[in-house]
């Protein structure tokens, strides 16, 4: 399934450049999780937004689910090892149906829409080198399932030997296998972005290329071309440790990941030497910004769904924005979308907002 690879040029022009955010926004529109009893969020894990609904996992091993805005629905909490129970929530994934997966220890539950068990897949795979396949993210399509496990647990790698995704279908047989592990170190990061309908992965360490599944395939989608500043595959080494070292030492620039789009841009992390850079590209006419915050929009990052009418989604901490930070004030924030009854326990804030140029 051939198509031609867009290439996006990100220079040091382009990344040290200074850019007023304020300047790139179109709207914004505020949501507040409500905060109860039954709803409080130490930190989020991932967000999808389906239905008009935010699924919101989190460090508790909890599922939340709040309404377009923001008012609390329901949640899933049924840690375990009972019928319907899972030991851990590894990741999660909401179906078209409304239906819920919740990945755990080497099973997925099935959950309806209103929370109801169904059932449990246990998922039994083994590779050509007999390793046990034990997924730490997952994306169920259809009748298949990407397991992305990266080198989690794995013992005596011999590089180039294991992948660090796999492709399953409906008899747990293995029909994909993606991204040879080359090193004992591997990424705890979300390695699938929904949008809408489009599906993007990233690898792990010094990636450069964005991904698309289609199906059962993996597609080369978009290749970030950090020309001078790239980090190479000698500069990746075996070593993690090693890699980020060089990076640091040299200002170079990879591990792009967090990849959430919709019909008018694509948005991307990307790590320049310690530092993460956000990068908004406009996949109508070409242009590239790369974001550097020097003003007072309390925008950290963008974590979840590109929506169909050219929103996107970022979340913001009570505690970021009733404090200075960095020597920002966000007052005239708080004023401006009537948030000074916040408190810094409440729930994390979502903040929904088109780009403009």
Not at 67 to 76: A, E, F, T, V, W
């Amino acid at each position: 399934m051939p198509r031609s690879i867009i290439e996006i040029n990100v220079s040091s022009e382009l990344i040290n450049k200074e850019i007023d955010y304020t300047n790139l926004i179109d709207s914004i529109e505020v949501i507040k999780l409500e905060t109860n009893g039954n709803s409080l969020i130490g930190s989020i894990r991932k967000i999808e937004f389906h239905d008009d609904k935010f699924y919101v996992s989190t460090d508790t091993q909890v599922l939340l689910i709040f309404d377009r805005n923001g008012n609390y629905i329901n949640k899933l909490s049924k840690k375990g090892k009972g019928p319907g129970e899972y030991l851990e929530m590894r990741d999660f994934s909401v179906d078209k149906d409304g239906s819920i997966k919740i990945l755990s220890f080497n099973t997925i539950l099935t959950y309806d829409l209103n929370l109801k068990y169904i059932r449990q897949k246990t998922i039994n795979v083994t590779s050509h080198t007999g390793r046990e396949i034990n997924p730490i993210h997952f994306l169920p399509i259809g009748d298949f399932t990407f397991l992305y496990t990266g080198s989690f647990a794995l013992k005596n790698l011999i590089p180039g030997n294991d992948y660090a995704l796999y492709c399953i279908n409906s008899k747990n047989k293995i029909v994909g296998e993606y991204f040879p592990l080359l090193s004992s170190e591997t990424s705890g990061h979300q390695n699938f972005y929904r949008s809408n309908d489009l599906i993007n992965l990233t690898n792990t360490y010094g990636n450069d290329t964005i991904y698309q599944i289609i199906d059962d395939y993996i597609i080369p989608k978009v290749f970030v071309n950090f020309l001078d500043d790239r980090i190479t595959a000698n500069d990746m080494m075996d070593d993690r440790a090693a890699m980020y070292n060089t990076m640091s030492n040299n200002g170079l620039c990879g591990n792009v990941m967090k990849v959430y789009e919709n019909s008018n841009y694509l948005c991307f992390k990307f790590t320049r030497g310690r530092y993460p850079k956000q990068c908004v590209y406009n996949k109508k006419t070409q242009e590239i910004k790369v974001i550097n915050i020097v003003n007072s929009l309390p925008f950290p990052k963008i974590i979840t769904e590109g929506l169909v009418d050219n929103s996107f989604f970022t979340t913001i901490n009570p505690y970021v924005l009733l404090q200075e930070t960095n020597g920002k004030n966000y007052n005239d924030f708080l004023n401006t979308f009537n948030l000074t009854s916040l408190k810094e326990t409440d729930n994390p804030i979502i903040i929904k907002f088109k780009f403009k140029f």
